[in-house]
């Protein structure tokens, strides 16, 4: 998709460094694998939440160089960089996380010449959604396509 030609240049200079735009069918086809993904950071994120609450326990009675926190921590280092690498992933795909609980994803892409985010829910099936880059998911809009 030539950008230049489907945006004017003020809304290309609203694209985020790193983000691409996206076709709704290249969208469409990249969510089964980011939901994959979204479910994998869900799992980190909680994974990650326990992991940090034990530390924050540890500390208290333990010195930082004890064995047992040197292991926590670095069972938590492993997860971010887990969690970059998956992030990496999305990002390389199109997509962008917007929330975590429900999951929701979102593309960069164009309706009407317009620069807009196309929105994906937990729980449905397809990308149905879009909404313009100054709202949030309150601002969806159905995707009505020719």
């Known amino acids: ?28 086809m990249e969510l089964p694998q980011a939901k994959k ?13 326990n992991l940090t ?19 926590v921590a670095d069972q ?15 990002e390389n795909m199109g997509a962008r996380i917007a929330g ?3 999951g929701h994803l979102e593309w960069h892409g164009v309706v009407d010449g317009y620069l807009v985010l196309y929105s994906w829910c937990q729980g449905e099936d397809d990308i149905e959604w879009w909404h313009p880059l100054d709202t949030g998911i309150n601002g969806r809009r159905p995707l009505v396509e020719a």
Request: hydrophobic share 45%; no cysteine; aromatic share 2%.
């Open 37 to 49: 993904l979204l479910i994998a950071l869900q799992s980190l994120q909680d994974e990650a939440h």
């Open 1 to 28: 998709m030539n950008l230049s030609e489907l945006l004017d240049e003020m809304a290309l200079l609203a694209i985020p460094d790193g983000s691409k735009v996206v076709t709704i069918e290249e969208a469409r």
């Open 53 to 71: 609450e034990e530390l924050e326990v540890l500390v208290e009675d333990l010195s930082p160089h004890h064995e047992h926190v040197v292991e």
């Open 100 to 102: 975590f609980d429900p």
């Open 76 to 90: 938590l280092g492993g997860l971010v960089k887990e969690w970059q690498a998956i992030g990496d992933s999305l």
